[in-house]
């Protein structure tokens, strides 16, 4: 008993004096003015950073088992050049620290809590970062020799720090870019993020950024395993923002080298709209949206990402991807695919109807360019921004008015060089097949490549460019081309190549004719469709032209238009170089035309051709004047043998000599040669000329009849 009520009474002693040591300890801490370290602090920043730290309020302290120092109006100069006097300023810093653990060194704070934080961060019109601390003054020599001084012999280290719990109360983050004046807020109502070294880091942010809501919620392994580079570190996030929801789930094998990653990601939402403030963008109402998939490391600055799935609206996507930083630039390697890809709904509608006679409103008188082909400098320098392998197949790609089906890209972008050996699509019943090779060589674009278009729905695709239904019918088409230049103009100046055409069956929409202006409307009228009854469209037998380039100068080998009244002849030159047209249409009235229809021009006025000059911005369609007396003349040598029956024959009966243009023309298409409308593939003489000679040696057949006839 004795023995018992010694331990009690030395255990109530010590408890005693430990209470009136703690009350001791807690006296003197009361009575301590912490106001007289602030010199000293200020002094350690401003020598670490070279800006000063001001702390204006008194630094106060809560007496407890968690003692707690707070301090108010605490604020951190800005660079020089900054925008505003402060980086950053806080209303008040409060810091809750464990009481027993400082009697072992050990700094344990409970609770770190900034209040109203205001946080500029900015660069200047350099680029630099008003965070690139400049070194403090120069440390003295025994200050550097204590820090090259080893372990053993220092007289003491770091105290260990804990921070258990961060919170942020109404926190201001602002970003301003100062080479391109964007600026970004980041409004933080509450930040808490706790640390524990069992359960690890848990943490949840509710804020704004420019004004959309946000909240961010996640947490992670033990912190012994982030240590650990041998040991999967877990970790999971969830944030939603402007209706979008992310998650990320994954782990981290080797936390500090950054290895070891595996991460499955997904992004979901109800629709895009909900989306356009943090965009900045007006994004189009297609209904919901989502993207996920897993990314893995596969090896130092090289990821992968599989099971790639994405929808958005009506289109889906699916795949794999790949990166890698190690090399020069970039490299990466896509392989995708889709069943749906519907692109209308970013893509601009341009099928607005023409309405004739309705008069535009009067705007600001804008100058009209005299050149039609850019003069801008082409992005060569996009070229070498990344290396990129890829294949992509679609089953369907939605356009405005058209639709594609089984697409297949393959291309590879390699130190500047676009490669594009395939590039096949299906048009309705039609096929495309284009390859392409773009190589980037300073500021100059050597290109080069091929198409074929066989019976695309030339209504269609129109109708994608903006002019719906213009022309209907299907398209044959050869492209070979090959320039070299910084721009379109110059690759155009020095173009090599030819183009090949036909369409058969066609339909041209008479309203479009309007768009051509007053004398291109007339003439191109008078020369397709000289009937005088109105009609919505001109039905076109043929369509045919071959233009062979060469060093910028096209010939027109071929150029056929033939519908039901008429045939059109095109020869002549188009000069890319100055963009300047010399080109001749002839028109050929065609056999038995005059039956039961109704003219709105005379028949000399539908035998005259034309002469289209000017240039591509300008163009002028007139009458070609050195033909027309030709033309005349055939009509005057009827009328005077038999009247004006005779001026009709001869203006008409003799005009179009070959009875099948569609067939000779693409004849002559194929092979590159000159087609005249006459029926001789390779003649280079003009129609006009060969109806006047017809017209003399009629004349001459007359006279020697008249010869005759008088000499009995």
Known sequence: ???????????????????????????????????????????????????????????????????????????????????????????????????????????????????????????????????????????????????????????????????????LKDAQITYKDGKTGASHQLALANVEAGLDKKEGLKFSVQGTYNDQPFQVEGDSGQIAQALNPNEPWPFQIEAQAGGATVSLEGSVKDLAGGTGLELLFSVFGKNLTDLNTLAGAELPDIGKYSLSGKIMDTGPKAFHIS??????????????????????????????????????????????????????????????????????????????????????????????????????????????????????????????????????????????????????????????????????????????????????????????????????????????????GGDLTSGVMRMINPAAEKKDYTKVNCLIARLNVENGLTDTKVMVMDTEYMSIIGQGTIDFKTEKLNMSLDPMPKKGMLSGVNLSFSLSELAQPFALGGTLAAPKLVIDRTKAALTLGKGVGGALLFGPAGAAAALLGGSQTDENPCESAVAAAEKGVKYDGSGSKGSEQGVAEKAADSVVDGLKGVGKGFKDMFSQ
């Open 1 to 167: 008993m004795a023995k018992g009520r010694v331990i009690k009474w030395s255990l109530g002693i010590l408890a005693v004096l430990v209470v009136i040591c703690l009350g001791a300890v807690a006296y003197v801490l009361s009575t301590m003015d912490f106001n007289t370290f602030k010199p000293e602090i200020e002094k350690a920043v401003l020598d670490a950073t070279g800006r000063k730290l001001t702390m204006a309020g008194d630094v106060k302290l809560k007496i407890g088992f968690s003692p707690a120092l707070s301090v108010e109006n605490v604020s951190f100069a800005n660079a020089e050049w900054g925008s505003r006097p402060n980086l950053a300023s806080i209303k008040r810093l409060d810091v809750q620290v464990a009481f027993f653990p400082l009697f072992s060194g050990d700094v344990q704070i409970k609770r770190l809590i900034l209040l109203e934080p205001d946080i500029l961060l900015e660069t200047n019109k350099k680029g630099v970062s008003n965070v690139a601390f400049e070194t403090g003054k120069q440390e003295s020599k025994s200050a550097r020799d204590k820090k090259t001084k080893p372990e053993s012999e220092k007289s003491g280290a770091m105290p260990e720090i804990q921070v258990d719990k961060l919170v």
């Open 307 to 516: 099971d790639l799935k994405g929808e958005l609206g009506e289109s889906d996507l699916s795949g794999a991807a790949s990166l890698d930083i190690n090399g020069k630039r970039p490299f990466v390697n896509l392989s995708l695919a889709s069943k749906t890809l519907d692109l209308r709904p970013f893509l601009p509608n341009k099928s607005v109807p023409i309405e004739k006679g309705q008069p535009k409103a009067e705007t600001e008188p804008k100058q009209k360019s005299e050149r039609v082909l850019p003069d801008d400098p082409l992005p060569t320098d996009l070229f070498f921004l990344a290396d990129c392998k890829a294949d992509i197949r679609a089953e369907t790609i939605q356009l405005q008015g058209y639709a594609l089906t089984n697409l297949l890209v393959d291309l590879i972008l390699k130190n500047g060089v676009l490669d594009v050996p395939t590039l096949k699509a299906t048009g309705g019943e039609g096929t495309l097949d284009l390859a392409l090779k773009a190589a980037a060589l300073g500021k100059n674009m050597d290109l080069e490549g091929k198409a074929t278009l066989d019976q695309l729905n030339l209504g269609g695709l129109l109708g994608f460019m903006g002019i719906t239904e213009a022309f209907k019918g299907d398209l044959d088409l050869g492209l070979d081309f090959k320039g070299k230049g910084a721009t379109v103009r110059e690759i155009m100046a020095g173009l090599d190549g030819f183009l090949s055409l036909s369409v058969k069956d066609g339909k041209l929409l008479n309203k479009y004719l309007d768009l051509l």
